[in-house]
């Protein structure tokens, strides 16, 4: 249907007779035509390419895609508008339907106050999940937060292995706390430098004992692996020097021939102890020998109850 048609009549003055068409005037000018063929008038057709009836208030609604009258046509399309526009309940709104290839539509979460200014609202809640077993997951891998079974979230705390050096920190190491301070001080356990890695640090646990000398160099093995040489306590009898000889190996010395780790003089009829302020690292082993002379290669053997109380204290 053309909006505005231009309608256009041949007018003909009938016979009065036949009265089936004629023109009336209106007192304003204006003519209507009145057609014959019974009362309220016949269809109504305004031709532009194909005529289109009008149809009739009562024609059912067109179906979709469907041929019908242009009343039936406007029914099915009212049929489909809300009843009221606004916001209204869902029953009452009109669907709207995603097409079934429409690609992701991207859905951005912000929380309701920015961060810094006084809280309102509700929290969003973040969940986890709770596995058995823990999955094993490949770089650039989303997972889900993990919890143990009473839905406690599951940390761990690391810290990277460096390789020993001198002159390290001694500072202690601290974990957070639940306020976010740092007085949870992290226990490390102390480690000694033998010269090529770092060795747990032990207690002197173990003793070698020489309550009185034989006429002999007295060569002794205390520990036929590796020792930590604590401390070393003694009583010369003699009224001449002595004097100890240490060995890193895990067998007796063989006195003048073997080079010792430690040389300690004993002075004349006295006693005394030393204790070493880091203890001595002997990788082989720990054996000792005691000798009249200073001189590595010296064989000569001490008097029977030279020396008396001699203690090697290690681990």
């Avoid at 014959?36 to 390419?49: Q, R």
């Avoid at 469907?66 to 406007?74: C, D, M, N, P, R």
């Avoid at 957070?176 to 949870?184: E, K, L, M, T, Y």
């Avoid at 890695?197 to 004992?209: E, K, V, Y």
Wanted: without cysteine; glycine residues 10%; proline residues 5%.
């Amino acid at each position: 249907m053309t909006a505005n048609p231009s309608v256009s009549y041949s007018v003909a003055v009938a016979d009065p007779n036949f009265p089936q068409n004629f023109i009336k005037p209106n007192a304003d000018g204006s003519i209507n035509v009145i057609g014959g063929g019974g009362g309220g008038g016949g269809a109504v057709t305004i031709a532009d390419g194909a005529d289109v009836a009008e149809g009739s208030t009562t024609d059912a609604a067109a179906t979709a895609g469907g041929t019908g009258t242009v009343s039936a046509k406007l029914r099915r399309i009212s049929a489909q508008l809300p009843a009221a526009l606004g916001q209204t309940t869902m029953s009452a709104s009109q669907p709207v339907a995603i097409a079934s290839d429409q690609s992701s539509i991207p859905v951005v979460a912000t929380g309701n106050v920015a961060s810094g200014v006084t809280d309102s609202g509700n929290p969003v809640k973040v969940g986890g999940v709770f596995n058995t077993t823990l999955p094993t997951l490949t770089n650039g891998q989303r997972s889900d937060l993990q919890t143990d079974n009473r839905g406690n979230l599951r940390t761990i705390q690391t810290a990277a292995i460096l390789a020993g050096s001198d002159g390290g920190s001694n500072s202690l190491a601290y974990l957070p706390n639940s306020n976010g301070g740092s007085s949870n001080a992290l226990a490390v356990a102390p480690t000694l430098f033998n010269g090529t890695t770092w060795d747990r640090a032990r207690s002197p646990n173990l003793t070698s004992r020489l309550p009185s000398s034989a006429a002999t160099t007295n060569a002794t093995s205390s520990k036929a692996s590796t020792a930590w040489l604590f401390s070393v306590s003694w009583y010369n009898t003699n009224a001449a020097a002595r004097f100890l000889k240490i060995y890193n190996k895990a067998s007796a010395p063989t006195v003048g021939t073997d080079t010792p780790f430690l040389t300690i003089a004993l002075p004349q009829t006295a006693g005394n102890s030393i204790t070493f302020q880091s203890p001595l690292y002997l990788s082989t082993g720990l054996a000792f020998a005691l000798t009249v002379n200073a001189s590595d290669a010296d064989t000569t053997a001490v008097g029977a109850g030279d020396v008396v109380g001699l203690n090697l204290v290690y681990s």
